[in-house]
């Protein structure tokens, strides 16, 4: 089944800066046909490192916390709901200065990072929302200064009753278009076909014809009226924007977006593999005999859809299912509690090309890379909900999620309900939890308890690490969507800090694209 929040933890910022004027009146009532809402002064709530004072007019209540000027003061409130789903955690403040006074906000000990930037004067005073699960009862809500200069002026803490609910993957989609035109979206890439098949994923639950019609003029850039494409595909990742091409072919029947997937489809006939049949993860010569888990992910799910949708043969009915167990055999951690793991990259030759090769590991690069696993995953699962039933790998490939999601699940964190950047070290100080990865892992999760490959139990990791990822994206005072902690490309290396020191640039392609894959699969 579909999953469904229960758990009283912090879900996302869902909304941008509101600059308020003075208001005097208590809030704590609502107007017909508004959400009812209930209010909490901040002068009464358990103050730690702040003083209550009322020499800036506007305040509601007695005064306001003026929080002392250090990380770690706090202003803890115990908010009451009567029903449990999705509400809004209003924060009214004011904050002088120029500099972003950052609070962290935790519901019940799960906590999120969220800006309170400058009003423009102690007497200007704004709000901003946090979105939030709670259950019916008593629920304690902290906010933490996470700055030298302290929080802002806080006033109150309104809590309303959550009627009014956001579609995320409209409003990041909304998001996408609005800073770039089909044009400036960015060139063929494995990182553009990600993003806009989350977008074709949107569109088929909304129908909403401008985002097709945007995946059109995006692909139409690249595609001629004859169905010529000026790429030589040479490696995976060059593939994985071939999952666009099916889709347009899929809904306009149009022959020059089937000619040029047909590209790829044949590019694979004669394409490079390992001594066991692996495809290799590039041509290049530094790459040459490599294995990435990256890769599944790059080519075949494109495979597996070219016969569904366009033309079955032999090949496209095999051979995606084979990759994934062959890959699977070269990258899988078969021992402790990581079994079940991924290594990120296996090298055949043997480190010939690549410095990172560990011999005494099979030939891998001996760190499991979270984003990679997340490839894996949904390749897996993807390719489960278009081979038959009847397929004689079917059950090798439900086999290999029996392991992956156990392994995803004892390595989730259970603080933030995300995984790490590098899943096997939590406790290094230089790791972080990445939100592409924790994305992808989140949806093959619920997906393989959907289906029923792996018992029902495992719904609440993937219940956590929606949570987890939701609580990463806010919205910014120009009404946009952002989110952030997504690892940039990244390659195979065996060093530790090459991973932990990637850069993680907002709104990063790679997790747009996961984002909008498992909030299309989580929202039901």
């Not at 992910?297 to 033309?311: E, K, Q």
């Not at 090949?315 to 290594?343: D, K």
């Amino acid at each position: 089944m579909p999953l469904r929040i229960r758990h009283r933890v912090v879900l996302a910022l869902a909304a941008g800066v509101l600059l308020l004027p003075p208001i005097a009146a208590h809030a704590g009532t609502s107007r017909a046909g508004e959400s009812a809402s209930v209010s909490y002064e901040a002068e009464n709530a358990t103050i730690s490192q702040g003083v209550v004072e009322s020499d800036h007019a506007g305040y509601t209540g007695t005064g306001f916390v003026n929080y002392d000027n250090v990380a770690g003061s706090s202003v803890e409130f115990q908010v009451t709901a009567a029903a449990s789903g999705p509400h809004g955690l209003v924060f009214r403040f004011a904050n002088g200065t120029a500099a972003d006074r950052r609070m962290s906000i935790a519901v019940n000990g799960v906590t999120v990072n969220q800006s309170f930037p400058g009003t423009g004067a102690w007497t200007a005073w704004a709000t901003v929302t946090v979105r939030a699960v709670l259950e019916a009862g008593v629920t304690t809500v902290r906010a933490t200064a996470i700055t030298a200069d302290g929080g802002p002026n806080l006033d109150a803490l309104t809590v309303d009753d959550g009627a009014q609910t956001t579609d995320w993957s409209r409003a990041v989609v909304d998001s996408t278009m609005a800073r770039y035109t089909p044009g400036a979206l960015g060139g063929w890439s494995y990182t553009r076909g990600l993003y806009l098949w989350g977008q074709y994923l949107v569109w088929r639950r909304t129908g909403e014809a401008r985002y097709l019609t945007y995946i059109k003029d995006w692909a139409d850039r690249f595609v001629d009226s004859s169905g010529g494409i000026s790429q030589s595909f040479g490696n995976l990742d060059s593939m994985q924007a071939g999952n666009v091409l099916l889709a347009l072919y899929r809904e306009s029947g149009q022959a020059r977006y089937r000619i040029a997937a047909a590209k790829i489809r044949n590019r694979l006939t004669t394409y490079p593999r390992t001594s066991d049949g692996g495809w290799w993860h590039s041509t290049s010569d530094s790459r040459q005999g490599q294995l990435w888990g990256d890769g599944v992910y790059m080519v075949n799910p494109f495979l597996a859809r070219y016969g569904a949708w366009v033309a079955a043969d032999s090949f496209t009915g095999t051979e995606p299912a084979r990759q994934l167990e062959v890959y699977w055999s070269h990258l899988r951690r078969t021992s402790g509690t990581a079994a079940g793991l991924l290594y990120h990259a296996y090298d055949e030759p043997g480190g010939l090309t690549a410095p990172w090769v560990k011999p005494q590991l099979g030939n891998t690069n001996g760190i499991s890379w979270c984003r990679a696993m997340g490839w894996f995953g949904m390749a897996v699962v993807d390719i489960l909900e278009i081979i038959p039933a009847t397929h004689p790998r079917r059950e090798a490939l439900i086999g290999i999620l029996r392991e992956l999601v156990p392994a995803y699940a004892r390595w989730q964190d259970p603080a933030t309900g995300r995984w790490w950047q590098v899943v096997t070290e939590p406790a290094n100080p230089a790791n972080w939890t990445e939100t592409s990865c924790s994305a992808m892992y989140t949806y093959t999760i619920s997906k393989a308890v959907e289906r029923g490959y792996v018992d029902a139990s495992y719904e609440a990791y993937a219940e956590r690490g929606y949570q987890g990822v939701l609580a990463e994206l806010s919205v910014g005072a120009d009404g946009r969507t952002n989110i952030a902690d997504i690892s940039e490309g990244t390659n195979a290396s065996d060093s530790l800090s090459y991973y932990f020191g990637r850069a993680r640039p907002l709104n990063d392609f790679h997790g747009l694209g996961a984002f909008l894959i498992m909030n299309e699969q989580l929202r039901r």
